[in-house]
Nanobody, 121 residues
Framework: VQLQACGGGSVQAGGSLRLSCSAS????????MGWYRQAPAKQRELVAS???????KYVDAVKGRFTISRDNAKNTVYLQINSLKPEDTAVYYC????????????????WGQGTEVTVSS
């Protein structure tokens, strides 16, 4: 499965972006879709994930501001990010995994190339 992420950009604090991750084939059998981000000189962290049974997870720093959704018919996963803060600046990656409850990057089977988000104050 190839993943293509897009939707990043440069915005001012308080703004919004919608990231998209399109898969080259059906994601209906991919149980866990996640969004990670990696800021300069920091480790990659899981921002949000959504499983086929509807379970979602968010890192505390984005709760209430980020929303992950998946459209299996379009083979696409979205990350709506609102109320952006400078500390949200990072490269955002989508990831796909066949298993449930994934947390570590190495647990995911497929990765997109990343889309950059820059938030200015």
């Amino acid at each position: 499965v190839q993943l293509q992420a897009c939707g990043g950009g440069s915005v001012q604090a308080g703004g919004s972006l919608r990231l998209s991750c399109s898969a080259s084939e059906s994601i209906s059998s991919i149980n866990d879709m996640g969004w990670y981000r990696q800021a300069p000189a920091k480790q990659r962290e899981l921002v949000a994930s959504k499983t086929t049974d509807g379970s979602t997870k968010y890192v505390d720093a984005v709760k209430g501001r980020f929303t992950i959704s998946r459209d299996n018919a379009k083979n696409t996963v979205y990350l709506q990010i609102n109320s952006l803060k400078p500390e949200d600046t990072a490269v955002y990656y989508c990831a796909a995994g066949f298993n449930y409850g994934l947390v570590r990057p190495w647990q995911y089977d497929f990765w997109g190339q990343g889309t950059e988000v820059t938030v200015s104050s």
